[in-house]
């Protein structure tokens, strides 16, 4: 059964600072791997697609890699902005078709 | 190119009711998610629906059913609700099952 991890729960950064955000997956028989983010009560935005067979994917200050062997992904935010401050989440997508997501980072980036 | 849409917004129902939420596809689509989210949790898989028919299904008691019609817009039915069934409630659209999916707004259900 596949597990997703996000560690750490919640983090807080200066303005300006890097975001390091982590995420675990138990099983490597992924399609592909998702991060979302999420504003309080809203829905998920999709930020970056990686397909298995991609190490990284990138989109403006966002870069996110992936590493299978291991089960590991992180997302990198350059440069944060209070703008930043949400709930990252990721989600792996595998046999059967659904998303198994881990429980999320709360970010909250300080001016 | 109109995304997911999702209504209604909120709902509130007692415990034993019954709830209908629907979902319309982005554009295209041909597969609708539908996707459970406690409050503080990431999202749990309930089904998947491809095509009109069911195309996987998460660990939810058969009281939670879909429908998906000719236009693959969606429906997801939950028959005796149950205080723990209060949650966000999204769906989501792909080009197929393993494709990206793109998730609507949500529809926020609270049971009494």
């Known amino acids: 059964k596949q597990e997703v991890t996000q560690i750490p729960a919640a983090l807080s950064v200066p303005e300006g600072e890097n975001l390091v955000l982590n995420c675990s997956f138990t099983d490597s028989a992924i399609y592909n791997l998702q991060w979302f983010r999420q504003d309080p009560g809203k829905g998920l935005t999709s930020l970056l697609l990686i397909q298995s067979s991609q190490r990284e994917q990138t989109s403006g200050r966002l870069n996110a890699s992936l590493d299978k062997s291991s089960g590991r992904s992180t997302l990198y935010i350059a440069a944060s902005q209070p703008g930043d401050s949400a709930t990252y989440l990721c989600a792996v997508k595998a046999a059967g078709n659904k998303l198994t997501f881990g429980g999320g980072t709360r970010v909250l980036v300080k001016p | 190119e109109t995304g997911v849409t999702q209504s209604p917004t909120h709902l509130i129902k007692t415990r034993g009711q019954q709830v209908t939420l629907r979902c319309s596809s982005q554009s295209g689509h041909n597969t609708v998610s539908w996707y459970q989210q406690a409050l503080g949790q990431g999202p749990q898989f309930i089904f998947q629906?491809?095509?009109?028919?069911?195309?996987g299904r998460g660990n939810f008691p058969p009281r939670f059913s879909g429908l998906q019609f000719p236009n693959y817009s969606s429906e997801l039915n939950v028959n005796a609700l149950e205080l723990d069934d209060s949650a966000l409630y999204l769906c989501a659209s792909s080009l197929g099952g393993r494709d990206e999916q793109f998730f609507g707004p949500g529809t926020r259900l609270t049971v009494l």
């Open positions: 629906y491809y095509r009109e028919e069911e195309n």
